[in-house]
């Protein structure tokens, strides 16, 4: 160790002067300095033999066939597999390529779509190449973040992001702001005295300093919590449960009826291998073969239509379960508000100020009782903006469009409170001497050099900087600072710290000797500093209460913050807890809290995925909104999480389900209306497709049973279930929100995708087109069984075609919701029911389908027996309306 002289060591205790001599660093130990060089080349390298790279361990992403092969894991799709082997191995080749066509489309569609969403989050990971300055062999480089390794001396600076765990060794008021690990808005100071820890992911805000890397990838605070994101299984969406159920049930009953009815044919004495053909045409008849296909396009286009919107869907279910969402949990710190320090108050002896605007952003004005003031308007107002504009080491740069703020969040609010009030801006600042800011004298002082005359300038705690001052600034001249004045100061800046706002104080003096000194300053006011929250956010939260949605405050803040941030966006909060409160409580007492308004601050990860969890104990459907790594763990228990794309981590990202390109909270209460808008949607075309088959099942059943010959064939079985229903049926999927669909209340998370009401719409319409086909089917026997055949299955498409407008609301009717609003619906029906024209008359399809020409007589009796279909539904929806009005 070598031994300094006197002079040096004075040098080195001097808080302006740390910097390099011939590329050393020096490390105090009492009275004996230590040269740092940092490591070797060598050192490096078996440092990275030991510990690997700096990066996570990679979450698990699927590759290209892992998506693929997902999308053939539907019990549905697996039934339709079975029915096009055996269909294959009957020797009926063209069903069993028909399915197969059905099966691969449904396949591609979904591979598309989320795959489209995995190479969008890699492309948002590669615009972020983190770099890391280090010293080593005496030399500052700047290199990759990922070749940090520990041992590594870090330079830290204004703006750097930290790239590892590291202890100080010497700093220069040192600034962190740690909001992605702990969600606090305001950056902390670092004490070198203490050894303090800096942390990977966090960033410098203010000052200088070195440290030496203790941990890097998974060893670090930020990989831990990646690895307690990692812990939460992958979860199913409340969509894919329903499905999933539908397609049992479905599965199930037509194996049970498709052998029921071979046996009743053989009991009748039917042949063997076209009761096997009978029953394999019903199983086909009853599954929707264009269910998967609907689904998939269906919850497709409402993922492209949320990209438009700005919002990202990772997994086709994920818009959809955010429109079953009932509760919303979100950080505070950058969700809800901005993450941008802004001065919004300002009180001086003999005014107080209202500051418009928000972030780094000079738009925006000071006003005092309704008036806009300008420095120039106010010699008090004045004085209090070139305080806080020149006793500061902030400054602000055009970006482009927009405003980019360098250095300490606070001083940053100061240096915007300036260019608002249009104070003036010299081009260089006479600084001519300083006392820095440090956490235990919590003040600053400049001396300032303007024109022929010199000031001392301060700003700090409220406390500190009144100790100071023997007179306060008033617009008739300075007044001496009494204890009453000094009461009503106190009483000032504790009614703004009440409102959650962080409070500087500034004072000033002349310098006529050049000398700076903190005593006998002159008092001149107090700003009030906040994170505000986002200008849009006020409204989607109160439009998500309109839904029915709760919406609970999560938070690492403090509860005083949170509590002011809640306010001013009106957040309904009756009690407050921390993270210690939550950590005295049971599961028992938590779940009884939460059926409170209820607003969390202080809190850790796994404390948020308790709130998660204990809320979907109660059976609620939980979005979590959040940006930091202290959200993931949340974002990827709740049902469904929401990240942030432009200031999101990659951890939270890769934990969630929805991605807000525009991070922009507001695009959440969309997302719910689209969500809501998809449920609706695949409750309309499963019903109606099952609708549709019940139809066809119920004719097949009967003519069974009264010994006619077939009714319909398989081949047009298929063609009516995949051809005509599953256009009509994407159609169906495309249909625009229903008016009063944010104010309905959130489903039930058990609410059936059929429900009661649905099976008694299917039996009901299944069995009027079912028997209206087969008296068709009969009463046209007698002029050749291809012709009645082919009627009966005419009418039997038409009547799928028409009954699709019964299925456009289930609530409302036709001229509410608009009887031309789905121009798509009105072009499948064209196509549908033209494709059944040319299967009619044109002969290769006459081949295939195995068709006759109709005439004339035929089309008015399918057009008399369609009626009905068309009139009754928007009767019975009326009437139901109006009893529920007169309730």
Known sequence: MTRLTSPLLTLLNTRHEKRTITHARFVMRGADVAVETGLTKREVLAAREAHGWNELPAMAQAGPWRV????????????????????????ERMDAVTIALVVFLNAGLGFVQEWKAETALGALRDLLSPQAMVLRDGQEQVIPAREVVPGDILVLVPGAKIAADAMVIHATELAVDESVLTGESVPVSKNDDQAPSVYAGTSVT?????????ATGGATEFGKIANLTGSVGVKTTNLQLKLGQLARQLGIAALLVAAGVVCLGLLLGRDLTEMVMTGLSLAVAMVPEGLPAVVTITLALGATAMVR?????????????????????????????????????????????????????????????????????????????????????????????????????????????????????????????????????KKMSVLYQSGGHVDVLTKGAPEQVLKACTEIMTQGGPRPLTAAVRETVVEAYSDLAQKG?????????????????????????????????????????????????RVIMITGDSPITAGAIAGQLDLNVSR???????????????????????LFARTKPEQKMRIVSALQAQGQIVAMTGDGVNDAPALKQADIGISMGVRG???????????????????????????????????????YLLSSNAGEVIALVVNIAIGGPLVFLATQILWMNLVTDGVTAVALGLEKSEPDQMEQQPRRKDTAILGRSGIITIIVLGTYTGLSSLWIFFSLMDQGVELARTTAFTAMVVFEKISVFAFRSLRLTGWRIGWFSNPFLLLALTVTLGAQVLAVYWGPLQVLLKTVPMGLDQWITIALFTLPLLIVPEILKAVRLSIQRTK
């Open 68 to 91: 693929l092969l997902r999308q053939f894991t539907s019990f549905l799709v697996l039934i339709l597999i079975v029915a096009a082997a055996v269909a294959l191995a009957l020797g």
């Open 649 to 687: 981590t990659d951890v939270a990202r890769d934990a969630s389900d929805l991605v807000l390109l525009d991070d922009n909270f507001a695009t959440i209460v969309g997302a719910i209306g689209e969500g809501r808008r998809q449920f609706a949607n695949v409750q309309k075309f499963v019903r």
């Open 576 to 598: 407050q807890l921390t993270g210690a409160d939550l950590d005295a409580l049971d599961d028992a007492a938590l779940s009884e809290i939460l059926r409170e308004d209820v």
């Open 206 to 214: 203010a000052g200088r300093a070195e440290a030496r890397v203790m």
């Open 501 to 549: 706002l962080r409070v500087m104080a500034l004072a000033r003096k002349p310098a006529p000797d050049d000398q700076l000194s903190e005593d006998a300053m002159i008092f001149v006011g107090l700003v009030g500093i906040i994170d505000p929250p986002r200008a849009e956010v006020r409204q989607a939260i109160s439009l998500a209460r309109a839904a029915g949605i």
């Open 309 to 441: 919107r700005q919002a990202l869907a990772r997994r086709l279910q994920a818009v959809e379960t955010l429109g079953a969402a009932s509760t919303i949990c979100t950080d505070k710190t950058g969700t809800l508000t901005e993450n941008k320090m802004t001065a919004t108050k300002v009180w001086t002896f003999d005014r107080q100020y209202d500051v418009t605007g928000t972030g780094y952003d000079p738009a925006g004005h000071i006003e005092a009782d309704g008036i806009r003031l300008r420095a120039s308007d106010d010699p008090v107002l004045a004085a209090l903006l070139e305080t806080g504009l020149h006793c500061s080491h902030a400054h602000l740069e055009r970006d482009g469009d927009s405003w980019k703020m360098v250095g300490a969040p606070t001083e940053g609010a100061l240096i915007t409170l300036g260019y608002k009030g249009w104070c003036d801006l010299p081009l260089d600042r006479a600084i001519l001497a300083e006392i820095p800011f440090s956490s235990a004298r």
